[in-house]
């Protein structure tokens, strides 16, 4: 299930409100805008670190990392490397270095969001619908060039089959074409199906993002069904609880597991099992008070009024029941999926109830971890995993997702070994994002300059 979209319904069609976006944006002297302005040097350099490069599941010790121009540029014994005189070193001896983290289904529209995954170690995000234009088609390049602290950006497409949920929707196969051929030609990288649209108009979408170039990712469609979907075209499914409302006919029935793990593993698809999402909504499903404890988390003071506002009146805390039975279900789907080699991605939904953008990537990897998954294949969904998926569905885009020479410098240096010690990612001693160094200083300061911002809006409301 996906929340409610009433508080994501500021699409592009909104020319109006984009208009005084992007006016707002030209007068921004913001933190967040001006932490990435200064000139980084030619070099950075990770001096004798511990690294877990993620290709395969190893530990080298005693590396230094030379990073130039957003890539990594060396990589090797620190005895080995030569590191330029002028070079910005990071001292970094019995410290752990890893890939960036990458939270594949967010939903969050608000610019000073997008520090809060960097400064969670999250270096990559993709945006899984109802994106406002302006951050399409500029913040991906004001991320690039230094002018704002944000995540890489990857942005889908969401295209539904009725209207009564305010999504762009088609009833036709060529309106369904029109459709695809509006979102390429606006930058987004992926199409997002959603619930309602019909066979054929699923068919054609398909087709013609196959054309374009583009992949097809998101929900269950009802009228074509899990794992048909993917059989057709379809290459990644955004929630495993849209298996259960399709695949398993909403059955708990573990005696199915095993023939729709198979035809998803033979369809050679992707999942974003967003345990996470599931799990928060299982918490407050028909517990205000729970809702109530959401907003008093340590978190909340770096979320916009907005977003707690959403918080503060979702209706999972007014729903009968319970889906307690329905999450221990979905974790042994997700480990059986994952035991099978179906390729598996993180995904939070933030920022729906409880789930705070950067903060809820380590919730989800702590479901991961929960439903039967190592640390290792756990960071494997958030590392490696987005950039093979990436790069096999986004010509052009840069590799990233492991630490090896030519990869994106996206990187998280941390405490201790994650592979042990998976919450020390939680406390990140810095982030690179494009890059970009940012020191635990600099993360906490871009923080409390978020809180004392809000703090002080919220005053004067």
Not at 16 to 23: P, R, T
């Amino acid at each position: 299930m996906e929340a409610t979209v009433r508080s994501l319904r500021l699409w592009f069609g909104l020319a109006g409100l984009i208009a005084v976006s992007l006016a707002a944006r030209a007068q921004q002297g913001s933190d967040n805008h001006a932490l990435g302005r200064t000139q980084a040097p030619p070099v950075t350099a990770f001096i004798d670190v511990h690294v877990l490069p993620m290709d395969r599941e190893r530990i080298l010790d005693h590396q230094t990392v030379m990073i130039s121009d957003r890539k990594i540029i060396a990589m090797g014994l620190a005895r080995d490397i030569k590191v330029p005189a002028d070079a910005r070193r990071i001292a970094a001896a019995g410290e752990w270095l890893l890939p960036g983290l990458a939270d594949m289904h967010v939903h969050v529209n608000v610019d000073d969001d997008l520090a809060l995954f960097v400064a969670n170690g999250v270096t990559t995000v993709l945006h899984m619908g109802l994106a406002p234009p302006y951050m399409v088609n500029l913040d991906r390049r004001a991320i690039d060039s230094g002018k704002l602290v944000g995540p890489q950006l990857f942005f889908a497409f969401i295209v539904d089959g009725n209207a009564e949920l305010g999504l762009p929707h088609v009833s036709a196969p060529q309106q369904a074409r029109t459709m695809v051929q509006f979102a390429k030609a606006n930058g987004y990288d992926f199409i997002k199906v959603y619930n309602n649209i019909g066979g054929p108009e699923f068919a054609a979408i398909v087709d013609e993002a196959q054309l374009l170039d583009m992949a097809v990712i998101g929900h269950g469609v009802r009228a074509v069904g899990l794992p048909a979907a993917l059989n057709q075209g379809q290459v990644m499914v955004a929630h495993a609880e849209e298996f259960l409302y399709t695949a398993f006919a909403n059955k708990t029935d573990d005696a199915a597991i095993p023939s729709v793990v198979a035809e998803t593993r033979d369809s050679n698809a992707w999942v974003t099992p967003n345990l996470s999402g599931f799990a928060s909504f299982a918490r407050q499903w028909g517990k205000p008070d729970v809702v109530a404890s959401f907003l008093h988390e340590p978190e909340v003071a770096y979320l916009s009024p907005q977003t707690r506002l959403d918080w503060s009146t979702s209706d999972y805390q007014f729903r009968k029941g319970s889906i307690a039975k329905e999450l221990a279900f979905l974790r042994r789907f997700t480990k059986a999926l994952s035991d099978a080699g179906v390729p598996l991605l993180t995904g939070t939904d933030t920022p729906l109830p409880g789930l705070a953008p950067g903060y809820s990537e380590h919730d989800d990897l702590r479901e991961l971890v929960e439903a039967g998954a190592t640390p290792y294949q756990a960071l494997v969904a958030a590392t490696r995993s987005p950039g093979q998926f990436i790069k096999r569905f986004v010509p052009g885009s840069e590799p990233f997702g492991t630490v090896a020479v030519g990869m994106r410098a996206d990187l998280v240096l941390v405490h201790e070994n994650p592979l042990t010690a998976l919450d020390t990612l939680r406390k990140p001693l810095g982030v690179m994002a494009s890059g970009r160094w940012y020191d635990a200083a600099t993360l906490a300061k871009l923080l409390e300059d978020r809180k004392e911002h809000y703090e002080a809006v919220l005053c004067h409301e």
